[in-house]
Nanobody, 118 residues
Framework: VQLQASGGGFVQAGGSLRLSCVSS????????IGWYRQAPGKQRELVAQ???????DVADSVVARFTISRDKAKNTVALQMNDLKPEDTAVYYCNAQTLFLGNRENYWGQGTLVTVSS
């Protein structure tokens, strides 16, 4: 599975960005698919993900501002980020996990940088 992320950039606080992740495999085959981020000097953390395509996990810090969505026809998962804050500055990674016969495989996209200025 290959994941291609795009949409990062530079934005002022209060602005919006939309990240997109295109999967080379059907997103219906994924146990989870979504977004993580890693800020300088910090551990990678979950931002938002879809589980089995229906359930959703969203970090408390972004739940009122970020929305994750999917387009099955395009095998794409998007992250709409509104009201961005400087603390949202990070490299955002698309992530997908498959689960088959008890074996979990983890896939990462190349990362896209989001910079939010105050």
């Amino acid at each position: 599975v290959q994941l291609q992320a795009s949409g990062g950039g530079f934005v002022q606080a209060g602005g919006s960005l939309r990240l997109s992740c295109v999967s080379s495999a059907s997103i219906d085959s994924m146990d989870t698919i979504g977004w993580y981020r890693q800020a300088p000097g910090k551990q990678r953390e979950l931002v938002a993900q879809l589980r089995i395509g229906v359930h959703m996990d969203v970090a408390d810090s972004v739940v009122a501002r970020f929305t994750i969505s999917r387009d099955k026809a395009k095998n794409t998962v998007a992250l709409q980020m509104n009201d961005l804050k400087p603390e949202d500055t990070a490299v955002y990674y698309c992530n997908a996990q498959t689960l088959f016969l008890g074996n979990r495989e983890n896939y990462w996209g190349q990362g896209t940088l989001v910079t939010v200025s105050s």
